[in-house]
Nanobody
Framework: QVQLVESGGGLVQPGGSLRLSCAAS????????MGWYRQAPGKQRELVAT???????NYAHSVKGRFTISRDNAKNPVYLQMNNLRHEDTAVYYC?????????????????WGQGTQVTVSS
């Protein structure tokens, strides 16, 4: 019913930049918040940044001042501008949509995940 499609990942040198995009499609009435998470090999998935429908943002301490999350409107798309990338930013980055209400309001809100996009920071 809802699909999240990420794009913009790739290989970049340390100190470089990438911009990730996430577009949601489907019978969406509203989205409470959207966010980016990442999972490095052998590690748990962790929050990177979130943004609410009202525009409030939250960042992991490790990315504050380097990453910026933004969205065009209250539904989508959502972007993650990543600057001054470091080796430790290497991971699969996942988009998440929180408390998505569908146009069929009889269905309860739920969360959705994208399939992920690889970001590799290497010289």
């Amino acid at each position: 019913q809802v699909q999240l499609v990420e794009s913009g990942g790739g290989l970049v040198q340390p100190g470089g930049s990438l911009r990730l995009s996430c577009a949601a499609s489907g019978s969406i009435f509203s989205i409470n918040a959207m966010g980016w998470y990442r999972q490095a090999p052998g590690k748990q998935r962790e929050l990177v940044a979130t943004i609410t429908s009202g525009g409030s943002t939250n960042y992991a301490h490790s990315v504050k001042g380097r990453f910026t999350i933004s969205r065009d409107n209250a539904k989508n798309p959502v972007y993650l501008q990543m600057n001054n990338l470091r080796h430790e930013d290497t991971a699969v980055y996942y988009c998440r949509a929180d408390r998505v209400k569908l146009t069929n309001l009889l269905l309860p809100p739920r969360d959705y995940w994208g399939q992920g996009t690889q970001v590799t920071v290497s010289s």
